[in-house]
């Protein structure tokens, strides 16, 4: 078992662009989550999955933000029309049973 | 929301030292888990110990124990012996059973080991 994987590690787009991230967990586990973190912060919950259902969203994830994830495996997490404020480091976590979390590296976004 | 604090935005320990740091939380239930994380820099977070509420006991993993005291809603993390790779951002987390699996966490305390 390699750990929760993350593609890309770092990613830079033009305002205005759309950005796709891919989240790849832990193979047994059920449960995958979302989070952004910026610098100075701790990580902010963006969204849950449970299997394929996406069972809770934050109130920080605008129209601009969609997560899926298809068959219950990985997880795409797509931000459209980017903006600065964008930019941050967005990780994704997945867990067995929602008691604990294992973390991937994080995919950084720039947005220039 | 339940609100994670931890006021500590640095600390430094020597190495072999021991250091504390704290975390302290607002909730109004009585059955949740606590956790603290480790982000070394440009690493991925890791687990480094988790207490749940209903237990008395202090968790411990090997140099790292807390001391949770739940009517004060603090969750402290002492690292003994500290070592050169200890330094790291050490984040405390809060989750609710209730609120649909999601993970609080704090801004996070930056700890530097000083050989």
């Known amino acids: 078992d390699t750990g929760v994987s993350q593609n890309p590690r770092h990613k830079i787009t033009k305002r205005g662009q759309n950005v796709t991230f891919r989240c790849d967990p832990i193979?047994?586990?059920?449960?995958l989550y979302w989070y952004r973190q910026t610098l100075g912060q701790g990580p902010e919950f963006l969204t849950y999955?449970?299997?394929?259902?996406?069972?809770?969203k934050s109130r920080l994830l605008s129209d601009r933000f969609s997560a899926e994830r298809p068959k219950g495996s990985f997880s795409t997490l797509e931000i459209q029309r980017t903006e600065q404020g964008d930019s941050a480091m967005y990780l994704c976590?997945?867990?067995?049973?929602?008691?604990?979390?294992?973390f991937g590296p994080g995919t950084r976004l720039t947005v220039t | 929301a339940q609100t994670v604090t931890q006021s500590q935005p640095e600390m430094s320990v020597q190495e072999a030292e021991t250091v504390t740091l704290s975390c302290t939380y607002d909730?109004?239930?009585?059955?949740?888990?606590l956790f603290w994380y480790k982000q070394p820099p440009s690493r991925q977070m890791i687990l480094v110990i988790r207490q749940e509420a209903y237990k008395q006991q202090n968790a411990t993993e090997n140099r790292f124990s807390v001391n949770f005291q739940k009517a004060a809603k603090s969750f402290s993390l002492k690292i003994s012996d500290s070592q050169l790779g200890d330094a790291a951002m050490y984040f405390c987390a809060y989750r609710s059973p209730n609120t649909g699996n999601q993970f609080y966490f704090g801004t996070g305390t930056s700890l530097t080991v000083i050989p």
């Open positions: 999955f449970q299997n394929e259902a996406q069972l809770e």
């Open positions: 193979s047994e586990h059920n449960r």
């Open positions: 976590a997945s867990s067995p049973y929602g008691y604990e979390q294992y």
């Open positions: 909730t109004s239930e009585s059955d949740y888990y």
